[in-house]
């Protein structure tokens, strides 16, 4: 019943795995600025076939990255319609009042749509493959020069790196009062689409209120357990980037270089 | 008195009516193992948790190792010194991987970082649980889960250790080796703060404190507390299986010589009354 | 509603790919009306076992026949099987989602068919049961309990539905020792009404004293089931100590002290009786 939440660090030990966080960090960022670029079909394949590389070498499963990108159909498709309908395009295929449908806005819709799940893609390859106090330390010196006008960037880094790990969190508890409503009648697994809808609705509240509940406890297990500050922690040794770690950035900069190319 | 609390009260709607606790004085030694009783909603938790500062001090004086509750630059050091598993051990996780989630609190104290896996695995084993480092949390069974909890506080060494109901999931052999911990602890030095249900557990306490209702109902050795039928049906508790049998006995005409508290003493008392027939 | 069990294996996926077998070729038959107790060991399948059993989960081999009709089999209606199943999981905390107990317990009934009136008078009943004052927690947030409450919350969600079938993670962990004794006193009531209550628990007591027969799991394997009685006086032979009543510990002490000896002491009453012809010279002595 249950796949692994989306995005959640799988153990393993792979190439991508040992990569260090600092280059995989700046990989990301690098790809998801390819992702941007990006304004044809062409450039978008070309991301979609490098990613196809880190993807094969971290041997994760791929269900838990399809099973979230399934899970935000219903808002992809919202943003595929609405751009589709109310883009002002120029090439008009039908319109019945404001909404109008052109070749233009269904290119955007496409466009914003790839945009998402390539970006998801992306972001899950990273934590999936990086432990969230990896992500902070590498963070923490990613951004040590904003040290300079007075950021904390310890706290920053920390922030970010419970943020990433509560997502997967979240969705855990989505699944489990799922479970517990789907134990007490709610209709989930309904056949008809209207009863499904409807049942999906008394899940929202709970799913925030625990959200907010499991912040909050969180905060006090950090408490409980002597966290005061982000700076009063042992270092994480620092260790100077490997070869591969040097390989992988220059991939992603080739990757990012081509797309530029093929933008004009 | 390493813990010394006098008048505490607390309300969890601030300024409400309700309490849910009213009027607690608390005074533990160093080195005292005090188990904490009381029924469902009496309040045990909500003390507790005063003892590390996770609740915020309303009203009456705390002291725990001459660190005053409500200081809050010092609060850091007491939770040093006075570590807590938790009731729910989902509560207490605050890592996706066990071993990251153990190291968390030995980071928060600067543990220097080569000593960190070694404490790390050696606090898994002794809660039974190595093998499970790169396992996360949430896929755990409930015992299990609340045995890394139990060593994520252990790696820690602290001078207080609070049990939340720490061996409520665990199976009987699981609950003999953590109270087992707790005895090797207790001996060591340490305090030893247990909530429990099982009312057994609490035989081998020096000190009984019964909760009801938000309130202190009585504080004193087991064998005063547990053997006196009066005020554990006013705490709505139900006495140890010896105690319970020995009244039960003594309904029938059998008068054992004394009230037995554990289960050798029991056997020790039939065997002398069988012994004189 | 008869339940059969064949060759039921459950796998889970673990992150790395390696799989942990939680459930290996377990079977068995339930009878409809019968009162089972599971127990076993930290993390040797009971709960898995549960979540199979009230469809919750995809057996990785093997079946579940409900009245004979296989509920993981493509025609089969879910939703039936929802309304004749309850099941009050281990960790409450998840299983209270709504704003407020009322709301928490009634949630189960909405589809029941109940008017407004029945549906209160249902609630109000099954909180009683669970100990609460209706009046005074109807209206507090289930979140802002304590750890007993919340599980007795969770229990009374479920049993308001009055399904036929009812199946209980360690129900018992976490309540006071009147509230131990309420919730299976209640159990024990439904169960002679006619409802199957299907139960896990470490308390040996609460399975010795209650349960009509036991499952014995160890490491996904099941290892022994019968009659509760029989599968105790069993299972001290094969382990020593932890698995075992306070009554038969103590009838083994007194044993070895030349004392009584009847291997037929496995709860309190037992010893109570044996204890009682013993000591007033009816015994041997
Ligand atoms: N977060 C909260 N918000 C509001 N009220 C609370 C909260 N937590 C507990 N309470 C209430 O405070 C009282 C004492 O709760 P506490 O958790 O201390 O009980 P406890 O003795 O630990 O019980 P248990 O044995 O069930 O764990 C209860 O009546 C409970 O309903
Ligand atoms: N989500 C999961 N992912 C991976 N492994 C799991 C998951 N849930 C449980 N397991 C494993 O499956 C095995 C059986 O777990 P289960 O929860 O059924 O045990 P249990 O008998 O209920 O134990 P307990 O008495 O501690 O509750 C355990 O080894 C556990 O670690
Ligand atoms: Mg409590
Ligand atoms: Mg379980």
């Known amino acids: ?264 | 008195m390493l813990v010394e609390g006098k008048n505490i009260c607390y309300s969890y709607a601030f300024g409400g009516f309700s309490f849910a606790l009213r009027d607690v004085d608390l005074n533990i030694a160093r080195g005292e193992f005090v188990a904490i009783l009381g029924c469902n909603g009496s309040g045990k938790s909500t003390l507790v948790k005063h003892l590390n500062a996770l609740l915020q001090l309303q009203q009456g004086e705390l002291k725990v190792a001459q660190i005053d509750v409500r200081n809050e630059k010092e609060v850091w050091l007491l939770r040093r010194r006075c570590g807590m598993v938790f009731q729910n051990p989902d509560h207490q996780f605050v890592a996706p991987v066990v071993e990251e989630d153990i190291a968390f609190g030995l980071e928060n104290y600067e543990v220097p970082r080569n000593e960190i896996s070694g404490r790390v695995r050696s606090a898994l084993a002794r809660v039974e649980m190595s093998g499970y480092e790169k396992r996360a949390p949430n896929t755990l069974s409930g015992g299990q889960k609340q045995r890394v909890a139990l060593a994520g506080v252990l790696a820690l060494d602290p001078e207080i250790i609070i049990f939340d109901e720490a061996t409520a999931m665990l199976d009987p052999d699981g609950r003999q080796e953590v109270i087992k911990i707790m005895e090797k602890l207790h001996r060591a030095g340490k305090t030893i703060i247990a909530i429990t249900h099982y009312v057994e557990e609490a035989v081998a306490a020096d000190k009984i404190i019964l909760m009801h209702q938000g309130r202190v109902l009585a504080c004193g050795s087991p064998q005063t507390v547990l053997t006196n039928l009066d005020l554990m049906k006013e705490a709505e508790l139900i006495p140890p299986f010896p105690v319970r049998l020995y009244y039960d006995l003594q309904q029938a005409g059998i008068y054992l010589n004394r009230c037995p508290l554990t289960e050798e003493e029991l056997v020790e008392e039939i065997c002398q009354f069988k012994s004189k027939i | 509603m008869s339940i059969q069990i064949e060759n039921l294996s459950f796998s889970y996926l673990q992150p790395s790919g390696e799989k942990v077998d939680a459930l290996k070729n377990v079977s068995f038959t339930i009878e409809t009306g019968d009162f089972v107790g599971i127990m076993g060991p930290t993390g040797s399948g009971k709960t898995t076992l549960l979540q199979l059993l009230a469809g919750l989960r995809l057996p990785t081999s093997g079946r579940i026949y409900f009245n004979g009709e296989e509920i993981n089999a493509k025609g089969y209606d879910r939703n039936r099987l929802r309304q004749t199943v309850g099941v009050v999981f281990q960790d409450p905390e998840y299983q209270l989602f709504a704003t407020t107990v009322e709301k928490d317990v009634a949630f189960g009934l909405k589809e029941s068919g109940l008017s407004r009136q029945e549906a209160t008078d249902r609630v109000r009943w099954a909180l009683e049961t669970m100990g609460f004052d209706f009046e005074k927690v109807r209206n507090q947030s289930p979140l802002a309990l304590s750890g007993g409450e919340k599980r007795r919350v969770a229990i009374a969600g479920v049993i308001a539905r009055k399904p036929e079938i009812l199946i209980f993670d360690e129900p018992i962990a976490g309540l006071d020792p009147f509230g131990r004794e309420n919730f299976l006193q209640f159990v024990t009531e439904r169960n002679q009404t006619g409802t199957t209550i299907i139960m896990t628990s470490h308390n040996m007591e609460a399975l010795a004293e209650y349960t009509k027969h036991l499952l014995v799991l160890k490491e996904g394997r099941l290892i022994d089931a019968g009659a509760t009685r029989e599968v105790f006086t069993r299972l001290k032979q094969r382990y020593n100590g932890a698995f075992q009543t306070k009554a038969q510990r103590i009838a083994i002490l007194l044993a070895e002290g030349k004392l009584m000896f009847s291997p037929a002491v496995v709860t309190y009453g037992d010893l109570l009786s044996a204890l009682k012809q013993e000591l007033t010279g009816g015994g041997r002595g």
């Open chain 1, 1 to 264: 019943m249950r796949t692994l939440p989306a995005g959640q660090y799988l153990p393993g030990h792979s190439l991508l795995h040992r990569l260090d966080a600092r280059a995989k960090i700046l990989c990301a960022l690098i790809l998801m600025t390819a992702v941007i670029g990006a304004s044809s079909l062409w450039g978008y394949t070309l991301v979609l076939v490098a990613l196809l590389i880190p993807i094969l070498i971290s041997r994760l499963p791929l269900r838990p990255t399809v099973a979230a990108v399934r899970g935000m159909g219903g808002f992809l498709l919202v943003i595929l319609l609405m751009n589709a309908l109310f883009f002002k395009g120029e090439t008009v295929l039908a319109s019945w009042g404001i909404i109008q449908l052109s070749h233009e806005g269904i290119k955007q819709g496409f466009r914003i749509v790839s945009n998402v799940v390539l970006i998801l893609i992306i972001g899950n390859l990273l934590t999936m493959t990086t432990l969230p106090t990896q992500v902070a330390t590498a963070l923490e010196s990613l951004i040590k020069p904003l040290k300079l006008i007075g950021v904390p960037t310890e706290e920053v880094a920390m922030i970010i790196s419970v943020a990433i790990q509560f997502i997967p969190t979240l969705m855990e508890a989505t699944e489990l009062i799922k479970m517990a409503q789907i134990a007490r009648g709610a209709r989930f697994e309904s056949k008809k689409l209207s009863e499904r809808a409807v049942s999906f609705l008394p899940l929202v509240v709970p799913v925030f209120i625990s959200a907010f509940r499991r912040a909050e406890e969180l905060s006090l297990a950090m408490e409980a357990r002597g966290y005061r500050n982000a700076k009063n922690r042992t270092r994480r040794q620092k260790e100077p980037l490997a070869l591969h770690d040097y390989a992988a950035l220059t991939f992603s900069v080739l990757i990012c270089l081509i797309q530029f190319l093929l933008q004009r």
